[in-house]
Each structure stands twice: as C-alpha cells, then as structure tokens.
C-alpha cells in the first residue's frame, strides 16, 4: 500500500469572480529537471496518463504532488516528484502550458497523435456545439461568483469599522515574534496555489494532505472584514523577506486573498476556517487558536444584524449557482470526450506512458539517490 504521508493534494487553478485563474508557473520551480506538457483534446486520456505513472513512482516511495482540476475533482491537471524535481502538466486550454526551455527542460507529449482525425472530424458539429456551451456555463458560474464577491464586499464593509485593530496589530506582532524567532539561514522560495477549489462535485479542498511535516497550526476564526488574510499576507511576507520559503495558498473566491500559508522549514502552518470556506483540519501536532472576533464591537455590530444575515444568505446562494453552473459544464465537457473516446488508440498511449515512465527511471537513477529503501522502479508491462 502506498504511503498516504507522502501524498500532497492541492490546485493550481481555480473558478475565480476574475474567470479562470492560473498559478501553473508555480507548479514547480525554475530548477526543474524535466516537465513533459501532456497535449490532447477531451477524453484522450491525460489525467490517466499522469495518475498511472504517479502511483507508480509512490509505490517506489517519492513523494507525489497530485494537482487537482478545479472543474472535475476526480481528475488532476499535473503531478509534480519533488525529489526528482520533474512534473508531468496537463497544457490544454483553460490551463495552457508552452515550454520555456523546448528540448533542454520541457518537452510536449501530444496524445492528439493517437486519435483516428476521420472519426473526430465526424463529429465536428457536435463538438463545436458542446465547446460554446461549456463555455457559457462556465461564464455563467463567473457571474455567479462576482456576485457572491460583491456580497462578500458588503458584508465585511459592516464588519470593518468595528474591530479593534489596534488589538488585532498586537496578536500580529505577538504571533510574528512567536513564529520568526529562530530562522535558518537561507534564500527562500514562494509558490502559489490554491487549496479550495469551487467545483462541480462541490467547495473541496484537501488541506489535511498538505499539513505533512508541520508540526505548528495556528487556525484563524472570524467573520469576514476582521482581518484574517490580511494577517496571513503580513506573516508571509515578512517570512519570506527573512529568508524563510513560502507556499500561499490563495483564496478561491478573491485570488487576492489568503486562506492559508505554509512555512515548511520551521514546520509553521497558518490557515483560515470562517465561512463560507469553514475547515476542521485532522492535526496531531500543536493547533493555537486566534480569535478575530473578539475584539469586535459586538454591540455597535448588532444594528447591522439583518444586512450581516443577508450578506451570508447571498453569499451562500451565488456560490451554490456558480456550483450549479460548474456541474452542467462538466456535463457538457463528459459529452464532449463520447466524441473523441471512440477515436482514440488507447493500446499506443500506454506504450508511450511506460516508455514516459522509464525515462523518469532513468532520471531518477542518473541522479545517484540513494533507493536502498525503496521497492525497485519497474513499470508493470
């Protein structure tokens, strides 16, 4: 069985209020050894591909980064071995991906080279007319989401002027001397990501599976307006200016925002749970809890009660269209892959999947990494 511990989940692009947003350039860093960019339509096998050759790598004991498509959960947009600083990303559109260095780092893999073009051209109505309508829903989901955006606006416009920021500046500094006591020396690295996800199976995140390795978590409470992501960009940000490497994980709703940051070298987690994104983390180690509520006026805040109430329920409902949207494109995009499902010479995508398989092999073992403790790296043919 495979170690679960060495499994990170997480996504590298989100249904933003902007649209689509990416941070596939932080996928992994500029170091990389080797990035094969999958190419191919729907239904061509892409995320099967990058799963089948992970879960073989996780079996031989790397640890894996699974990168989630944030309009279908079940599948994943790239996977990324750490150890062996070499990343399998998915480069069709929304998430297109060209290589920077073709040859020397990146190289494409077109799996559009294995389908039957008669077959596929066949269907060249059906295809057109599921391609518009995926696109409307997820535009529709867009404007779904600009307005629970704009709820979320008003709703911490009543919040904001009745916290106590001068409290709030003192739990900042109190948790930043407490955090940034000891910091090894070092030349930080910053990445961007999302762990929330707005997608059609629902708000998902895997943030449990990203908390390897942290041995400190400090879970920010309260409503919005109080100051919460604002704290986490500080303490980032000054971490990183320190030194320190920084994994922001933005917010799915505002990518400006935060939902949580990571500090792996001193094993520091910081993360939000407030609605409507409210997270329990599955945690053995330390959790300090920083209440943002409690500074509030509360009494000054009641005269505001039916508005906060409203803001909530608009909230709610404009996420639950943009899901509802987000749902009917998947649909949509399933009917799409029937056309190129029946086209495609599956049998020449394995064999070119083991032959991507043992290149990686060869890469790892070109890099003299000790595998004493791992099972040997051999591709079940």
């Given at each position: 069985?495979?170690?679960?511990?060495?499994?990170?989940?997480?996504?590298?692009?989100?249904?933003?209020?902007?649209?689509?947003?990416?941070?596939?350039?932080?996928?992994?860093?500029?170091?990389?050894?080797?990035?094969?960019?999958i190419k191919g339509g729907p239904g061509v096998g892409k995320s099967t591909f990058m799963k089948k050759i992970a879960q073989q790598l996780l079996e031989a004991g790397y640890e894996v980064e699974y990168?989630?498509?944030?309009?279908?959960?079940?599948?994943?947009?790239?996977?990324?071995?750490?150890?062996?600083?070499?990343?399998?990303?998915?480069?069709?559109?929304?998430?297109?991906?060209?290589?920077?260095?073709?040859?020397?780092?990146?190289?494409?893999?077109?799996?559009?080279?294995?389908?039957?073009?008669?077959?596929?051209?066949?269907?060249?109505?059906?295809?057109?007319?599921?391609?518009?309508?995926?696109?409307?829903?997820?535009?529709?989901?867009?404007f779904a989401l600009k307005d629970a955006k704009n709820a979320m606006d008003e709703w911490k416009f009543y919040v904001t002027p009745f916290q106590n920021w001068n409290e709030i500046n003192k739990m900042y500094l109190k948790t930043e001397k407490e955090i940034l006591k000891k910091i090894p020396e070092g030349h930080g690295k910053v990445r961007?990501?999302?762990?929330?996800?707005?997608?059609?199976?629902?708000?998902?995140?895997?943030?449990?599976?990203?908390?390897?390795?942290?041995?400190?978590?400090y879970i920010l409470q309260g409503q919005p307006g109080t100051g919460k992501s604002t704290f986490l960009t500080r303490i980032a940000d000054r971490a990183s200016m320190l030194g320190l490497s920084v994994e922001y994980y933005h917010n799915p709703l505002d990518p400006e925002k935060l939902d949580m940051i990571l500090l792996p070298e001193i094993e520091i987690g910081l993360v939000i749970d407030s609605e409507p994104y409210p997270y329990t983390p599955d945690f053995k180690g330390t959790v300090v809890l920083l209440d943002f509520d409690k500074n509030l006026d509360q009494e000054l805040l009641q005269n505001y009660r039916s508005e906060l109430s409203s803001c909530a329920e608009r909230v709610n409902s404009c996420l639950e269209r943009a899901l509802t949207n987000s749902k009917k494109a998947k649909e949509m995009h399933d009917r799409l892959e029937t056309y190129y499902i029946p086209a495609m010479n599956f049998q020449a995508i394995e064999e070119k999947r083991l032959e991507t398989l043992k290149r990686i092999i060869n890469m790892a073992e070109e890099q003299t990494i000790a595998v004493s403790t791992r099972s040997p790296l051999i591709p079940k043919i």
């Open positions: 069985m495979a170690n679960k511990q060495k499994i990170r989940k997480m996504f590298p692009g989100g249904i933003t209020y902007q649209g689509f947003y990416s941070f596939y350039n932080y996928m992994i860093g500029p170091d990389a050894r080797h990035i094969f960019v990168h989630y498509c944030s309009s279908d959960n079940n599948s994943i947009d790239g996977v990324v071995i750490p150890e062996l600083k070499v990343a399998l990303l998915d480069g069709t559109a929304p998430h297109i991906v060209d290589p920077k260095n073709p040859g020397a780092v990146d190289e494409i893999i077109n799996l559009g080279e294995y389908w039957n073009e008669t077959l596929v051209f066949q269907s060249k109505t059906e295809i057109f007319t599921c391609n518009q309508q995926v696109s409307r829903f997820f535009q529709a989901a867009y961007r990501l999302f762990a929330w996800a707005h997608t059609p199976q629902g708000k998902c995140q895997y943030i449990d599976s990203l908390l390897n390795g942290i041995q400190t978590l």
